[in-house]
């Protein structure tokens, strides 16, 4: 199975068998959109759901938030042979991984949720919120998704013993 891995601010349009996109999300979200009859699918990431009214965004920085993103996604499942009413999706990430940076994540999440109501667009599974990483991994074709929880924390290191050294032994330098 080839593999398509996307960052933040990106976005894979497939409509082939045997593809999976994937991605790694903490407070960002991805949506996973898919059109059933036409077998066309896509997958974003993007790091904030829209600009603040007084703030000014350069055109490189547009496919960083959730109203561009998901604009360019279904018009380019649209160019696909995609159509816009048969569109249904899964959205997954929205996490708080660090405490006390604000509702970053949450604030995502909600945007991702409103545009799919008001896009009037059907949303299959939902995996938003929490506090932790997810791995999402995605089936365009197919329109199938998993979405797996990474650890909230590392593993402890595990201590490594050093070997004495053996007494009575002579050592001889030179």
Same mark, same amino acid.
């Given at each position: ?10 976005? @894979? ?13 903490? #407070? %960002?979200?991805?949506? %996973?959109? $898919? ?24 055109? =490189?920085?547009?496919?960083? $938030? ?25 959205? $997954? +990430?929205? @996490? ?10 949450? #604030? ?13 667009? =059907?949303? +299959?599974? %939902? ?13 365009? $074709?197919?329109?199938? =998704?998993? %979405? ?12 490594? =013993? ?13």
């Amino acid at each position: 199975m080839r593999r398509v891995s996307i960052v933040q601010g990106e976005n @894979a349009i497939l409509g082939e068998p045997n593809v999976v996109i994937s991605t790694l999300l903490g #407070s %960002c979200v991805a949506a %996973c959109l $898919y059109d059933p009859v036409a077998k066309v699918g896509g997958m974003n990431h993007f790091l904030l759901g829209e600009p603040g009214a007084d703030q000014t965004v350069a055109k =490189s920085d547009m496919s960083r $938030y959730g109203i561009h993103a998901m604009e360019l996604l279904i018009n380019g499942m649209m160019a696909k042979g995609a159509v816009r009413n048969r569109l249904q999706a899964h959205l $997954y +990430g929205g @996490a708080t991984i660090v405490q006390g940076l604000g509702a970053i994540g949450a #604030s995502n999440a909600a945007f991702a949720k409103r545009f799919m109501e008001a896009e009037g667009i =059907s949303v +299959g599974h %939902c995996d938003l919120g929490g506090r932790s990483a997810r791995k999402i991994e995605f089936m365009p $074709y197919d329109g199938r =998704s998993r %979405c797996t929880h990474v650890a909230e924390r590392v593993p402890e290191p595990v201590p490594v =013993s050093i070997p004495r050294p053996v007494d009575g032994g002579d050592l001889e330098l030179f």
